[in-house]
């Protein structure tokens, strides 16, 4: 019996953030509604190629979606409404990821529900929130790496900004949107009240600049990019070429740049560069030696 079975979700979702998200709960045993548009063919996401499994349907799809239930519902039809409502009598949750005016527009929001169960937790997955100028503006998770500076931080120093390959914004607010979303059915399940709760792709992406901007913040430090996909401060932790293919050597500890001196037969490292700030201020001194020993390698010795 997986943790979350007995507990149903209702997800307004589309595309990727809130059905990634949606998703985690579903993989853990919840059962998890999808409510789609008819117009249109429900989920953007049904469409998107290049690989597909039948009509509206395909592995991108699937990726997001695996485990979930769905139904076509107009929300905005007295028909469709009456429907909805009955499933939020007997849900413990609702996770939507909309544009942040949809919620109050379509009556999905903790207000609106709770004369049908107030214990309903209604968790609003959107690009800047619910409130504010920006609240009807959409968003996409590229557009968020830039914003949040992601991309300057991203890529080799004398080339271009760069993204990040993976859609790591709209992952990680999904994600965020549904631990949320779970710690409110907690409290409801304790007090007999839900609530809303409201995640944004920004805020999110701001939270994830981390210790860069606390740096930043209290020190004034900008943090740029490092070549080969480096750490900021940490040397050697970064991209390189063995025999047979790239490597990323991670010495992130003292214990590991001693195995790795000792692993390529460099013990007399250790008395040259012996501790972070002494890699630190030789990095590129350390990367030619490096960059001499390490070719010698294949990829598999490691």
Same mark, same amino acid.
């Given at each position: ?5 007995? &507990? ?10 809130g ?9 853990? #045993?919840?059962? &998890? ?12 996401s049904? &469409? ?9 349907? !395909? ?8 485990? +979930? +239930? ?5 929300? +905005? ?18 996770? #939507? ?6 919620p ?6 903790? =207000? ?13 997955l ?8 920006? +609240? ?10 830039g914003?949040? #500076? ?23 607010? #999904? ?7 779970l710690?409110g ?19 999110v992406?701001?939270?994830q ?20 996909? !480096? ?6 932790s970064?991209?390189? =070429? ?17 195995l ?41 010795t490691?």
């Amino acid at each position: 019996m997986l943790p979350l079975a007995g &507990v149903r979700i209702l997800a307004v979702e589309v595309y990727g953030a809130g059905p990634f998200g949606s998703a985690h709960l579903a993989d853990l #045993g919840a059962e &998890v509604i999808k409510i789609e548009q008819r117009a249109g063919g429900g989920d953007v996401s049904r &469409v998107v190629g290049p690989y597909f499994l039948g009509e509206h349907d !395909g592995h991108f799809f699937q990726s997001l979606n695996r485990n +979930k +239930k769905s139904l076509t519902l107009d929300l +905005k039809h007295p028909r469709g409404r009456e429907v909805f409502l009955k499933l939020v009598a007997t849900a413990d949750g609702l996770m #939507g990821n909309l544009r942040g005016d949809q919620p109050e527009k379509l009556r999905i929001t903790y =207000r609106d529900l709770a004369p049908a169960n107030p214990r309903i937790v209604c968790a609003h997955l959107s690009a800047y929130g619910r409130d504010g100028a920006r +609240k009807a503006w959409p968003g996409y998770d590229y557009l968020m790496q830039g914003e949040a #500076g992601y991309l300057s931080l991203t890529g080799e120093p004398d080339g271009p900004p760069s993204r990040m390959g993976l859609s790591v914004v709209d992952y990680a607010t #999904g994600t965020t949107c549904a631990l949320a979303l779970l710690a409110g059915i907690l409290e409801a399940r304790r007090t007999g009240r839900g609530r809303d709760l409201d995640v944004s792709l920004y805020d999110v992406a701001m939270h994830q600049l981390n210790y860069p901007a606390a740096w930043y913040l209290n020190e004034g430090l900008a943090t740029g990019r490092a070549p080969r996909s !480096g750490h900021p401060f940490i040397a050697p932790s970064q991209l390189y =070429r063995t025999r047979d293919g790239w490597i990323f050597v991670m010495a992130q500890t003292q214990r590991f740049w001693e195995l790795l001196c000792d692993g390529l037969g460099r013990a007399d490292l250790k008395a040259t560069y012996p501790d972070f700030a002494a890699r630190r201020e030789h990095r590129d001194a350390l990367t030619r030696i490096l960059d001499g020993e390490l070719p010698r390698q294949t990829t598999q010795t490691w």
